[in-house]
Structure formats: structure tokens, C-alpha cells
């Protein structure tokens, strides 16, 4: 005849037994829960913020400097008149994707009549293209009306489009130069009665070539 005992004691083996083994598994498994944890961290926090060194240091800053372009302009006779332009330029990068640049220019034609004065604007919004720490590719749009005050010059709106490249100075950091060619572009020249050059101009435009530099405030 079996003991009463026996069965409880039977009960109590199974149930130590379970014990023991769940113990087991929970030591062998805790030393992977810290860096399970750890690696569900960084997960998170690469994709909630982005790698270093994709953005441009001088984002968020206004940079003011010089530049300098060639213009373009169209005398009475028909012949063409080279001016350099200097300009007091302006330039906002306001993410990694969208900056705007903007100036003030005058310059004197090469040639006679020397009289001339040839005031500037230039509006240019520009979008990165790549975006490094350091440096940045831009497409870009130029819109550039010019105000001839003389006689024998006219005056002319430019609306013209193509590249540019910004990068510090790697000992002044703060500092930057950058070159843009804009070889597709339309002019229109004013007064209608005078020589025009309006229409389409590739790899030869007004105010095809800029070079020049910001600070960053």
C-alpha cells in the first residue's frame, strides 16, 4: 500500500526541478539583457539622429563677404563690353538643403564711354546638393537686374542657373570661399529700342562666372 507521503513528495521533486531549471536559464540568459538593452539604444539613437559629419558647420549663420563677377553688357554699336563687378554678398545656409545668397554690385565698363555706372542686385536661392562637414555642392538660380547710369550701355535682367562650391578655410574656420558658374542663362536688355541679347546663351552669359568669400557670424 503507498504512503500518503509519497505522492507530495513526488509533487515537491517535479516542482524544485522546474525551479532549478528556470533558475539556470535566467542566469545564462542575464549576462545578454544589458547588451541587448545597449544595442536597442543605439539603434535608436542612429535613427533618431543623423551620423556626424553630413552637416555643414556653418549652418544657421550669417556669412557676410565679397565677391566678384564678369558682366556681360551690349553696346549701341552692337559690340560686347566686359565689366568687372564687385559685390557686398550676403548668405544663409538654413538647413542642409535650401540656402539663400544675396548682394549688392557696381562696376565700370573696360571701354569708353567710361561714364558708365553699372549698379546690381543679385537674389540667388540655392539647394545642396551634397552636404559635407566642411563643404557643400549647390545647385543654384540667379535673378540679377543691372541699372546701366550712362550713355551708350543698356540696362538688362538675368535670370540664369548652373553650379557652386562652398568650403572653409581649414585655419580660419568661420571663413569660406566658394565659386559658381551659371552656364545657362536668358537676358533681357532695356530699352527695347536698343541692342538686345535676349534669349537662351550657353557657356557665355552675363554674370557667367562668381567667385568670392563670407564670413560666419
Keep these: 500500500m503507498q504512503s500518503p507521503a509519497r505522492p507530495n513528495i513526488i509533487r515537491q521533486l517535479k516542482i524544485d526541478r522546474a525551479l532549478f531549471l528556470l533558475t539556470g536559464i535566467a542566469l545564462l ?45 551690349v553696346q549701341q554699336n552692337g559690340s560686347e563690353v566686359f565689366s568687372n563687378v564687385g559685390f557686398v554678398d550676403a548668405r544663409y545656409w538654413f538647413n542642409d538643403r535650401f540656402g539663400l545668397d544675396g548682394g549688392v554690385g557696381f562696376g565700370f565698363p573696360q571701354v569708353s564711354p567710361s561714364s558708365s ?22 545647385a543654384n538660380i ?43 542663362s536668358v537676358n533681357w536688355n532695356f530699352p527695347h529700342d536698343g541692342p538686345t541679347g535676349t534669349g537662351v546663351i550657353v557657356f557665355g552669359s552675363l554674370m557667367n562666372i562668381m567667385v568670392g568669400f563670407h564670413y560666419y557670424l
Aim: proline fraction near 8%.
Design 117 to 138: 555706372f553699372l549698379a546690381t542686385l543679385n537674389v540667388e536661392p540655392m539647394l545642396a546638393l551634397i552636404t559635407r562637414k566642411h563643404s557643400i555642392l549647390y
Design 29 to 73: 540568459l542575464s549576462p545578454l539583457t544589458p547588451s541587448r538593452a545597449y544595442a536597442s539604444d543605439a539603434a535608436a539613437q542612429a535613427v533618431s539622429s543623423p551620423s556626424s559629419g553630413t552637416s555643414y558647420d556653418d549652418l544657421h549663420h550669417l556669412g557676410v563677404g565679397l565677391a566678384w563677377a564678369p558682366m556681360d553688357m
Design 142 to 184: 540667379d535673378f540679377i537686374p543691372a541699372l546701366n547710369t550712362g550713355a551708350g550701355l543698356p540696362s538688362a535682367v538675368t535670370i540664369s542657373a548652373g553650379l557652386g562650391f562652398e568650403s572653409e578655410i581649414t585655419d580660419i574656420p568661420r571663413l569660406s570661399w566658394f565659386a559658381q558658374w551659371n552656364p545657362v
